[in-house]
């Protein structure tokens, strides 16, 4: 199906006179990857490969990322460990507590950051860990709850935010990141990372969540100063 797609797409280019760029990674898990057309093309016409690695800034970071990229996960990892930033812990709730206080510490420093775990029973224990910590220092406003697609939410003046589907009215896209200006029952006034204000309302999107810790998956293109990662068997 995904190759007939492809195929479709060409066609209307070539009747068009258009050239088609594709972008992505055959490589990428299958459930997010651009589908099997996409290396099927790659495999019939070839591609160039993007190898410069610019989200991280320091030499031994960017050869850990090629490391990965190989599936040297061990030497990659490695060099993060050397560095002091591979911690074990007890237990998984004291791992998730020492995130949330490392979350704190970014947001007092200046950085931005964001935690990533494999499940959603994680992200939720950590996103109100954070949220606790956050009320009873003052730094959230007044809140109101908004119903979403995984149940009701209390979001408040200066909540992180995640998008978690694409919406071309509201121009974001799925792992979209915000901050809540303003918040009343079932509607929300956010701020994009990128800049742009929009007003959500419940009855037209519920398909949002808080942003502090987020899945795996929801992160992919999110670009932050520092990534935390709960390390599980998933």
């Given at each position: 199906?995904?190759?007939?797609?492809?195929?479709?797409?060409?066609?209307?280019?070539?009747?068009?006179?258009?050239?088609?760029?594709?972008?992505?990674?055959?490589?990428?898990?299958?459930?997010?990857?651009?589908?099997?057309a996409f290396r099927a093309v790659?495999?019939?016409?070839?591609?160039?490969?993007?190898?410069?690695?610019?989200?991280?800034?320091?030499?031994?970071?960017?050869?850990?990322?090629?490391?990965?990229?190989?599936?040297?996960?061990?030497?990659?990892?490695?060099?993060?460990?050397?560095?002091?930033?591979?911690?074990?812990?007890?237990?998984?709730?004291?791992?998730?507590?020492?995130?949330a206080a490392d979350w704190l510490?970014?947001?007092?420093?200046?950085?931005?950051?964001?935690?990533?775990?494999?499940?959603?029973?994680?992200?939720?224990?950590?996103?109100?860990?954070?949220?606790?910590?956050?009320?009873?220092?003052?730094?959230?406003?007044?809140?109101?709850?908004?119903?979403?697609?995984?149940?009701?939410?209390?979001?408040?003046?200066?909540?992180?935010?995640?998008?978690?589907?694409?919406?071309?009215?509201?121009?974001?896209?799925?792992?979209?990141?915000?901050?809540?200006?303003?918040?009343?029952?079932?509607?929300?006034?956010?701020?994009?990372?990128?800049?742009?204000?929009?007003?959500?309302?419940?009855?037209?999107?519920?398909?949002?969540?808080?942003?502090?810790?987020?899945?795996?998956?929801?992160?992919?293109?999110?670009?932050?100063?520092r990534a935390h990662v709960l390390?599980?068997?998933?």
């Amino acid at each position: 199906a995904g190759v007939g797609r492809a195929l479709r797409v060409h066609q209307a280019a070539d009747q068009a006179g258009a050239k088609v760029v594709l972008l992505g990674d055959a490589k990428q898990r299958a459930a997010i990857e651009a589908g099997a057309a996409f290396r099927a093309v790659t495999e019939r016409v070839g591609a160039t490969e993007i190898t410069e690695i610019r989200r991280q800034r320091e030499d031994w970071a960017r050869g850990a990322s090629r490391e990965f990229a190989r599936g040297d996960v061990a030497t990659g990892l490695d060099a993060y460990r050397q560095r002091g930033h591979v911690r074990q812990v007890e237990s998984r709730e004291a791992a998730k507590a020492a995130l949330a206080a490392d979350w704190l510490a970014d947001r007092q420093a200046g950085k931005s950051s964001i935690i990533l775990a494999h499940s959603n029973k994680d992200v939720t224990s950590i996103n109100e860990s954070i949220r606790t910590a956050r009320t009873a220092a003052g730094e959230l406003g007044p809140g109101a709850d908004y119903r979403t697609e995984r149940g009701t939410r209390n979001f408040a003046a200066g909540d992180r935010l995640v998008f978690l589907e694409n919406s071309q009215a509201l121009g974001v896209k799925n792992g979209t990141l915000g901050t809540v200006e303003a918040a009343e029952a079932g509607r929300l006034l956010v701020k994009l990372d990128g800049g742009a204000q929009v007003q959500v309302d419940q009855d037209h999107y519920g398909k949002l969540d808080h942003g502090y810790a987020v899945t795996i998956h929801k992160a992919q293109c999110v670009t932050v100063d520092r990534a935390h990662v709960l390390a599980t068997p998933g």
